[in-house]
């Protein structure tokens, strides 16, 4: 048998079940290498050692008398904006520093009910707010392919923990990108499913109406069996889904016929890295000559990405999505006052405007401050209507673009980022520059759609270079057979 470490999760939960390897084993594997490469890497911000061995163990017996879950002992991280009930849940902020949950995520609840051994919790920008993962009080996170380079964010810590190995899958959050893009970075698969497929009660809200929470993993084929386990309807949250969960395993390796793949002509303007765009061209040519798809050349004429006067790129989907998810930011982060938990100002004869005031002076980043400032603006009286209803007007005609562009399409090709992983530092002074980041996946987000990202190839500086397949509303199970046909032809190097 392979090194445990190489396994993936699907490979890893069948060595266990054959008995050729156990989660005692694996879970020591994998908290070995967490404690030998995490001081470079800066992944977790918590690691449940005692509690994980624990676990394992309880894993294994149940293999044993026969009622093993389908995740038995399969050693998974999940980013720190997940609430469990043991350890903190910080969303790497101090004004969560010491804050335990109550209660757990229905999504970490069923990876357990499944049999998964928890590690720990993986660092993210704060709050899920930032693109890079340098926005946390726990220090940056750096990407395993290249330790100057940014992971992406901002569920970057996820991301960096898969690609090296530190854990056979991870979930992430992404609001506008925050699986996909640092998915791409790192050289791994990252899936955002529909709107509402995965449940987000005890998901730390950003943005409620843009929020998802899904796998991050080393193949398609993981992405699918993570998925399997935490989709579904959940009376704990008003906007989950009451919709059957296909088997997304089932079918995974059979091919879609008469597969046609769009091409939104939008996404490759110049603001695209010329290698980014030839790889992802490359990637349409195999599925058109190898795999017998239909490519289609489609338009989302909302979601195009233009240069002003200046130069400067500048979007629809952009301005649409940071006035509505700095607006919902604004309001989900209001609850953070010092009154109920979290930090509050240790400074004493204040009146009550001013301990607030206080509190969340201290216990707020500069970026997570930026927003919450632009977000209440956005929503105050007399720009309400000037921005919010008519980012939301915009929001419907970008869903429109996509609803057409489906007619002609089963699903959609495009570029995850405009450009590989860039250096830590390189765009955290310029807050526009790192948000144009995601142009190519915040449209997601607005439309409600799943979108999965793969790696595609790797640029001249050996960095990975990730596509990304966009479906229609519940087109998990189709997008990822999709995805598979792609990783099994290509064996893209990752």
């Not at 048998?1 to 993936?8: N, P, T, V």
């Amino acid at each position: 048998m392979a090194d445990i470490l190489d396994l993936s999760a699907l490979e890893l939960r069948d060595a266990i079940a054959a008995g050729e390897t156990s989660s005692v084993e694996a879970t020591e594997a994998y908290l070995d290498e967490i404690e030998s490469t995490d001081g470079r890497l800066g992944a977790f911000n918590e690691v449940y050692a005692e509690r994980a061995s624990e676990r394992a163990r309880s894993a294994d017996s149940k293999r044993a008398d026969g009622s093993a879950g389908e995740l038995c002992g399969v050693p998974v991280a999940v980013k720190d904006v997940l609430c469990t009930p043991y350890g903190h849940t910080t969303c790497s902020s101090k004004i969560l520093a010491n804050f335990r949950a109550p209660y757990p995520a229905t999504t970490v609840a069923k990876l357990e009910d499944a049999g998964a051994v928890i590690l720990g919790k993986t660092n993210c920008d704060e709050f899920a707010m930032g693109s890079s993962t340098e926005n946390s009080t726990r220090g940056p996170t750096r990407n395993p392919r290249d330790l100057d380079r940014v992971p992406g964010g901002s569920s970057g810590g996820s991301a960096a923990a898969v690609a090296a190995c530190q854990c056979a899958a991870a979930l992430g959050s992404d609001t506008g990108g925050s699986i996909r893009q640092p998915a791409a970075f790192c050289g791994i698969v990252g899936f955002k499913p529909t709107y509402g497929r995965v449940s987000r009660y005890g998901l730390v809200a950003y943005g409620s109406s843009l929020d998802a929470v899904g796998p991050m993993t080393r193949n398609v084929s993981d992405a699918a069996l993570l998925t399997q386990v935490i989709a579904g309807k959940d009376p704990k949250d008003s906007t989950s889904l009451d919709e059957p969960v296909p088997d997304y395993l089932a079918n995974i390796e059979t091919p879609v016929e008469s597969l046609r793949i769009g091409l939104p002509g939008e996404f490759f303007s110049d603001a695209l890295d010329p290698e980014i765009a030839a790889t992802i061209r490359k990637a349409a040519d195999l599925y058109k000559k190898s795999l017998g798809a239909k490519i289609v050349d489609v338009s989302l004429p909302h979601s195009r990405i233009d240069r002003d006067g200046n130069g400067d790129l500048s979007s629809y989907a952009v301005a649409c999505y940071y006035i509505v998810a700095m607006s919902e930011a604004s309001s989900n982060l209001a609850r953070y006052d010092g009154a109920h938990y979290g930090h509050r100002t240790p400074e004493s004869g204040l009146d009550i405007v001013e301990m607030y005031s206080k509190t969340r002076a201290e216990g707020f980043g500069e970026e997570v401050k930026r927003r919450i400032m632009l977000g209440t603006y956005t929503l105050s009286a007399g720009y309400y209507d000037a921005y919010y209803n008519k980012a939301m007007k915009v929001r419907r005609l970008i869903k429109n673009d996509f609803d057409k562009a489906f007619e002609a399409c089963d699903v959609l090709l495009c570029p995850v980022a405009p450009t590989t992983a860039f250096a830590i530092g390189e765009k955290s002074g310029d807050p526009l520059t790192m948000y144009l980041a995601d142009i190519y996946t915040i449209s997601v987000n607005l439309a409600g759609l799943p979108g999965i990202a793969i790696p595609a190839g790797l640029s001249k500086n050996a960095l990975p270079i990730g596509m990304q397949l966009i479906g229609p509303l519940l087109s998990e199970e189709k997008l990822l057979r999709v995805a598979r046909m792609f990783e099994k032809a290509s064996a893209c190097p990752s």
